[in-house]
T-cell receptor
Framework: AQTVTQSQPEMSVQEAETVTLSCTYD???????LFWYKQPPSRQMILVIR??????QNATENRFSVNFQKAAKSFSLKISDSQLGDTAMYFC????????????FGAGTTVTVRA | NAGVTQTPKFRILKIGQSMTLQCTQD?????MYWYRQDPGMGLKLIYY???????DKGEVPNGYNVSRSTTEDFPLRLELAAPSQTSVYFC??????????????FGEGSRLTVL
């Protein structure tokens, strides 16, 4: 089974500041997809950003960006200019041929944005 | 466009009862999934399907059954409910062609309590 590791159970950040969430994964594949999902208190799973492993350029979506280090199998998420609405649990996820295209999730990181 | 629809959103069961969680998607996605999420934890895969008539077990299939008679529908059946099945259940779907390849689209979740 694929392993996705999020080593930070909780993080706190001041509004307007930047926070970085770490994620590492284990695979022997060269082509796969990585995602960050956000789960606010409403419980809805919301896609934040996606990265295709064959693309070297780091994905960016507005205030969210990733640092994808393929050789190191690292996929960190940076939230810039944090807003109160960013308070949520964030999950890193991997999907690829080696796990039969089933999304494997990390344990999650709870982010709290302080006013 | 409704996306992924799950019903019911909330349900309380007594030990030993059975029930079916319904899931339907209108995006013509070939892949569908059922995950469960225990409090403060990540998502664990129960069952998944790669197309009508094809289903397979995930990490935690015991106590559950699924069927996939159509592309749109993927119901999850709980037989002989146990307290350990108290959780939030998410249905999701995905496709592997074109835009949004690999991205999972989630339903809003179903909170199940077994007493």
């Amino acid at each position: 089974a694929q392993t996705v590791t999020q080593s930070q159970p909780e993080m706190s950040v001041q509004e307007a500041e930047t926070v970085t969430l770490s994620c590492t994964y284990d695979t022997s594949e060269s082509n796969y997809y990585l995602f960050w999902y956000k789960q606010p208190p409403s419980r809805q799973m919301i896609l934040v950003i996606r990265q295709e492993a064959y693309k070297q350029q780091n994905a960016t979506e507005n205030r969210f960006s990733v640092n994808f280090q393929k050789a190191a199998k690292s996929f960190s998420l940076k939230i810039s200019d944090s807003q109160l609405g960013d308070t949520a649990m964030y999950f890193c996820a991997f999907i690829g041929r080696s796990n039969d295209y089933k999304l494997s999730f990390g344990a999650g990181t709870t982010v709290t944005v302080r006013a | 466009n409704a996306g992924v629809t799950q019903t019911p959103k909330f349900r309380i069961l007594k030990i030993g009862q059975s029930m079916t969680l319904q899931c339907t998607q209108d995006m013509n996605h070939n892949y569908m999934y059922w995950y469960r999420q225990d409090p403060g934890m990540g998502l664990k895969l129960i069952y998944y399907s790669v197309g009508a008539g094809i289903t397979d077990k995930g990490e935690v299939p015991n106590g559950y059954n699924v069927s996939r008679s159509t592309t749109e529908d993927f119901p999850l059946r709980l037989e002989l409910a146990a307290p350990s099945q108290t959780s939030v259940y998410f249905c999701a779907s995905s496709k592997w062609t074109g835009v949004n390849t690999g991205e999972l689209f989630f339903g809003e979740g179903s909170r199940l309590t077994v007493l």
